[in-house]
């Protein structure tokens, strides 16, 4: 397992945070996800092996929300 932490703007409710976590564990080979609203950090366990960070960058940024890095 890897784990990556992405910085998403936009998020600031809870709503937000569903969608974000949602989109996020949707993927195949999500394990986990973890977001703080305040920070604007989401923090993502995942096989690298299936998923990669374009396409998590992709599901939150389809969501609505921006990734940062």
């Known amino acids: 397992m ?6 998403v703007q936009g ?3 809870g709503h937000c945070k569903m969608a974000v976590s949602g989109a996020l ?3 195949d080979g999500v394990s986990s996800v973890a977001v703080d609203l305040a920070s604007g950090k ?10 990669g960070f374009e396409q998590m ?3 939150v940024e ?6 940062v890095k």
């Open 57 to 59: 960058k992709n599901a």
């Open 42 to 51: 989401v923090d993502v366990a995942y096989d690298e092996g299936k998923v």
């Open 11 to 13: 998020m600031s409710c």
């Open 62 to 67: 389809d969501q609505g929300y921006d990734v």
């Open 2 to 7: 890897a784990e990556r932490q992405l910085l």
């Open 25 to 27: 564990k949707n993927l």
